[in-house]
């Protein structure tokens, strides 16, 4: 148990689909982050939240709609994908500001888009 | 633009070996370093973290080191075991356009065979 938990595991939808990733985190981190694993190329990161407020979207397509309602959730949001966004998608939440502390991840959504 | 490169990308040792995994990063700006743990398929699991004032950190039989001027980590594995194989990624945490991030290398693929 790492203290984010991720739904749901896997995940296969088709291009005109709509779904939605959530992620959990319990540790009382003030900071949340979308990151995408694609086969052979480093994590990528996608969007940071920091107290609530999107800080950071990083030329991420408006095909994926982050939403954070309170410090503890974060989900993103997919509709219209295309077979390319097919990779793990994970979320970390860390401690940001004067004490820096690790950052955990959560398992994981394996999406696969048909 | 901070890049983090690790060495080698796969690596095959016989079990009971000690072995090195190497990272570098190329702006010393950084908050802290982390290694990680990352299993097929699965999520990333936190092994280590070195914040920017340590010199090394220790956790059973893994030991890793940051030399923060030169842009080089280290991570030692004693006394390899087939269930240390995975991979294993690196990644600095640091600010840049505005917000923390971490970012990561590509990873080395371990392989320790019985």
């Known amino acids: 148990e790492t203290g984010v938990t991720q739904t749901p595991r896997h995940l296969v939808m088709g291009m005109t689909n709509k779904k939605s990733l959530k992620c959990e985190q319990h540790?009382?981190?003030?900071?949340m982050y979308w990151y995408k694993q694609s086969a052979k190329k480093p994590l990528e990161l996608m969007f940071v939240?920091?107290?609530?407020?999107?800080?950071e979207n990083n030329s991420v397509p408006s095909r994926f709609s982050p939403e954070c309602p309170n410090s503890s959730h974060l989900f993103l949001h997919l509709h219209t994908l295309q077979p390319e966004d097919s990779a793990l998608y994970l979320c970390?939440?860390?401690?940001?500001?004067?004490?820096?502390?690790?950052?955990?991840f959560g398992q994981g959504t394996r999406l696969t888009v048909v | 633009k901070q890049e983090v490169t690790q060495i080698p990308a796969a690596l095959s040792v016989p079990e009971g070996e000690n072995l090195v995994l190497n990272c570098s990063f190329t702006?010393?700006?950084?908050?802290?370093l982390q290694w990680f743990r990352q299993d097929p398929g699965k999520g990333l699991t936190s092994l280590l973290l070195?914040?920017?004032?340590?010199r090394e950190q220790t956790s059973g039989r893994l030991n890793a080191s940051l030399d923060k001027s030169s842009g080089r980590s280290t991570l030692y594995i004693a006394a390899s075991q087939p269930g240390d194989s995975a991979t294993y990624l690196c990644?600095?945490?640091?600010?840049?356009?505005?917000?923390?991030?971490?970012?990561f290398g590509k990873g080395t693929k371990l392989t320790v065979n019985p």
């Open positions: 070195i914040q920017s004032s340590q």
């Open positions: 990644a600095v945490l640091r600010t840049q356009g505005g917000s923390e991030k971490l970012v």
């Open positions: 970390a939440s860390s401690q940001q500001g004067r004490v820096h502390t690790e950052a955990f």
């Open positions: 540790l009382g981190h003030n900071a």
């Open positions: 702006d010393s700006a950084i908050y802290n």
């Open positions: 939240y920091s107290l609530e407020e999107r800080v």
